[in-house]
């Protein structure tokens, strides 16, 4: 534990320190040689990693229609269910973020607007692993679909002779995905950025996954005009304010759902009770032996702090400077101190409000910027899937009085030829 | 003049294709050392800067505020005037794009928030060059003060015994800015971006600059957690669709307002009548000479395409492909085809709305994405200087009905600790 106002500002910079995002030389090598593969060889470039990376005998690269409407009949009707629960509390609550346009007359015979447009084309990530991840094609998926764009494409890995979980194919079916291609990593994001015979090109890349996908994302941004991502990506993070009327074991369930994410993961409790910090750890150490992912936790735990603070509002200004992706609020009459809350991806307020709420179910994003980037990145919401313009539209008269502020301006800028534009119209050719 | 149904594909694409920017070894070797140099020095290493590169005998970094405060008295008043008209149009255009907070009860007892906060610091560039650019402090500062950022910094370049003119001045001083940095180049953005004992480091820096600045901002963002940028950078361009029915005095007015910007603009007429093309050449040649910029844009115009289509429709359709920055209709009823624009940054409509309405004073904002990226970026707007995050309150009841769309997923997902974080509130503990 470490008690804020007693340690010296190096020592409190290192609490809140993250661990190193290391750009390996091999990680980006190998990147770049896949993107060239599939910029070059398309299609048979994916065949050959499938049997090359992921083991597969008869590799295909899209999954047939009917296995995805079939895919409701392989599952469960309680995780049918919650699958359908949870697609509904997302779809309501980013329905609500449609935006409309705007046209305003900014003086007389001046109309202005802005408008807003689907992008045409996205793809979505949703890695592979241990478990299959439905809640990652449903928080992309829903707001796809809400904005109306027209080319959705989603891509997820699959090993061996496995075939693509049917929550996966549900949670996207429910999205209105019928284009799901069976290739994860690098070569997903390239073959959807690029474009191939079978892979539609796609305008902007959703979605998390591992370094390659990460270095896939970033260099793909970079070199492709019109190509985009959603935000750039880091290893996840909880932050927990608690003040001494706070449950020690729900505190410890949430630093431990955060935890058990990868041994990356950063947890920080900020607390203004001794003895609820103890009470954490021991809770901590009981909870912890329950959990199938308790390795990964107990790793997570070595980079993570428990910090003493002095008050309410010195935890808010930590947290604040922190920046974290989720930021929970174990402290009476929370939504009092909402006001406080700066930098933070998203906030859970109270006691029966825990991180695997929004991470499942709750209808909140659980794509966050991670990293510090809670500071000038947003959670991900509906308008990444748009794009704004503008329109204008002059009359005569409007454009005579709105010279008087254009043409200065141009002189005053030495461009002629903007003053000409104007000049010419109104028939006064100088 | 091509056209456009009678050539291969090969040169269809040719005649799209923008100038490449090249990525020179000598920009990044440059920009990565003065990037450390900002790092490890500060303001010693931005003085520095001022003498070598800007001839600077007694350099200062900071204007001080009786400078910006008498800058009024500085300008003609049809100067200021036009500073000011334009500052209004863009404010009224601006501020109906106030986002407001979003609260919705997903089901009972859950309650969930979509809220925005300004961006706390933001930085803003103003290129130097030839002529002063006070439209481009007003198109960035304004949506700073707009949005309530409690700390911008705005930094453009002084050569020799220069000082700021006073219409940049004047227009910072409409937006509200105090900290005006005299420095340009990868330096200032390198001091906006990790701050010196003088300038305050910002989480987000705007604005257009040579290739040293956008090479800065490109490699900052990168490697700078919490650190992000507007938009990619590249040469300005502008496509014009025109019918039989166009003004070629017009059409060339536009053309060459765009084309006097750089030797690297690009311009393109997109045209339903071979005689509309040939007479806006001639005149181009005419207006040519009037212009003080000629010999740009005659640099400009090699790298442009006249292109003759078959209809209307196919010309909206190459325009979507090409993804223009300006996009002019000088076609009969322009309105009704709306509709039919996708992908442009900014768009006039009609025989009096002139590319120079948009970049001074009809209200728009002329931030926009080059390059194509139109498909995928949006015009500079007020949410640009916004981050939004979302809130989540659940209460015991909301979160018991709640558990049955967590807890499959969880199970499914094979994250026991995201569990177990519901069920401990629940009293089920297992």
């Known amino acids: 534990m470490i008690v804020w106002n007693e340690v010296s500002e190096s020592m409190q910079k290192s609490a809140l320190c993250r661990p190193a995002i290391a750009v390996s030389e091999k990680v980006m090598a190998v990147t770049t040689s896949i993107i060239e593969s599939v910029k070059n060889q398309g299609d048979e470039a994916l065949l050959e990693m499938a049997k090359n990376f992921d083991n597969r005998k ?8 009917e296995e995805i409407e079939q895919s409701t009949s392989a599952l469960s009707t309680e995780l049918k269910e919650a699958i ?17 346009d705007i046209s305003v007359k900014t003086q007389p015979g001046v109309d202005c607007m802005l408008k807003f447009q689907a992008i045409e084309s996205v793809g979505l990530y949703v890695p592979g692993g241990s ?11 829903v707001c796809a679909q809400l904005a109306g764009v027209k080319t959705i494409v989603l891509a997820t890995p699959v090993k061996g002779d496995d075939s693509i979980h049917p929550a996966i194919l549900y949670a996207a079916k429910l999205c209105g995905i019928n284009t799901i291609v069976e290739a994860g990593g690098a070569g997903a994001i390239a073959a959807m950025a690029l474009g191939t015979s079978t892979i539609p090109k796609v305008n902007k890349v959703f979605g998390p996954g591992n370094s390659y996908v990460t270095m896939a994302k970033q260099l793909l941004s970079q070199q492709l005009p019109g190509f985009a ?18 449950n020690p074991a729900f505190i410890a369930a949430d630093l431990l759902s955060q935890a058990e994410h990868g041994e990356d993961s950063q ?31 107990r790793a997570a735990l070595e980079n993570s702090s428990f910090i003493l603070t002095e008050s309410l509002e010195q935890a808010f200004s930590i947290s604040a400077e922190y920046g974290p992706e989720h930021l929970i609020l174990q402290i009476r009459r929370a939504d009092d101190y909402l006001d406080q809350v700066k930098n933070a991806g998203s906030v859970f307020v109270g006691d029966f409000t825990p991180e695997s709420a929004g991470d499942y179910a709750s209808g909140t994003n659980h794509v ?20 704004t313009y503008t329109v204008q539209q002059i009359t005569q008269n409007g454009l005579q009085e ?15 030829a903007h003053a000409n534009a104007v000049t010419i119209r109104l028939g ?3």
């Open 58 to 65: 008869s590799p295909r690269l899209l999954v047939p229609q």
């Open 84 to 100: 359908e629960r949870a697609y509904q509390n997302i779809r309501t609550f980013h329905e609500c973020q449609k935006p409309s």
């Open 131 to 141: 478990a299959p991840l439905p809640s990652s094609v449903l928080m992309q998926g």
């Open 229 to 246: 991502i959603d935000m750039p990506a880091g290893p996840s993070e909880v932050l927990v304010i608690a003040d001494d009327g706070a």
């Open 267 to 297: 947890v920080i409790l900020l607390c203004t009770s001794e003895s609820v910090i103890q009470e954490t750890k021991v809770e901590i150490g009981q909870q912890l032996k329950a959990l199938s992912r308790a390795n990964i936790a």
């Open 368 to 387: 966050l910027p991670t990293y510090g980037y809670s500071k000038v990145y947003s959670s991900l919401n509906l308008l990444d899937f748009y794009r």
């Open 402 to 416: 709105l010279s008087r502020a254009i043409l200065p301006l141009a002189e005053a800028e030495g461009l002629d």
């Open 428 to 430: 006064v050719q100088q």
